[in-house]
């Protein structure tokens, strides 16, 4: 069952996440539940804190639609620079260009608790390392001038209010 994505500027969104460490039935459950979250909202990654939990666990979609599920992720190498036009699910309807690394090698593990490295470049690099900041407390947000948080910060406090509304 699809989860509801949490509005930046969110605690839960602004705090470092907990890495895992029960590789059990929960855990697939937590990446099942993810994965309905980000089809159903139409992203290409999304990270357990934007469903609530404050989990070091994410999912990066490839671009023939499957995903890497990544469970304590670490970047260990960048390089190169390039800027995407970036959004993101927890910041709905806001775009704006990011300056990230254009190659990034990534150390995981997956829902079994084995190790993996995936080197990546492109879109591809852009998404670990934007789900990655998700995982460190970080929303694309971050990058911009003050301004340009400080006006989507006030979009996105309407919103969480309409939102709000809409539930009681």
């Known amino acids: 069952m699809a ?6 500027p969110h605690k839960v969104l602004t705090s ?4 895992v460490t029960d590789f059990g039935p929960g855990l697939e459950k937590l990446l099942d539940e993810m994965l309905e979250s980000m089809r159903e909202a139409k992203g290409i990654g999304i990270a357990a804190n934007q469903v609530g939990e404050s989990l070091r666990v994410a999912l990066v979609g490839r671009e023939d639609g499957t995903v890497f599920e990544i ?3 670490q970047v260990l190498e960048r390089s190169g620079k390039v800027t995407w036009e970036e959004g993101c699910l927890s910041v709905p309807d806001q775009w704006e260009k990011v300056q990230r690394y254009e190659k990034v ?3 995981y ?3 079994t608790g084995q190790w993996h490295e995936v080197a990546a470049e492109g879109k591809l690099a852009h998404v670990f390392q934007h789900e990655i900041d998700h995982l460190d407390g970080h929303v694309f ?4 001038s003050g301004l340009k948080r400080s006006l989507i910060q006030e979009r996105m406090k309407k919103l969480q209010k309409t ?3 809409k539930k009681d």
């Open 3 to 8: 989860r509801d994505i949490v509005i930046w």
């Open 109 to 111: 593990q997956d829902k």
């Open 105 to 107: 090698k990534v150390r």
């Open 16 to 19: 470092a996440t907990k890495p």
């Open 141 to 144: 947000v971050d990058y911009l």
């Open 71 to 73: 469970v304590n992720p």
């Open 163 to 165: 939102l709000k509304r």
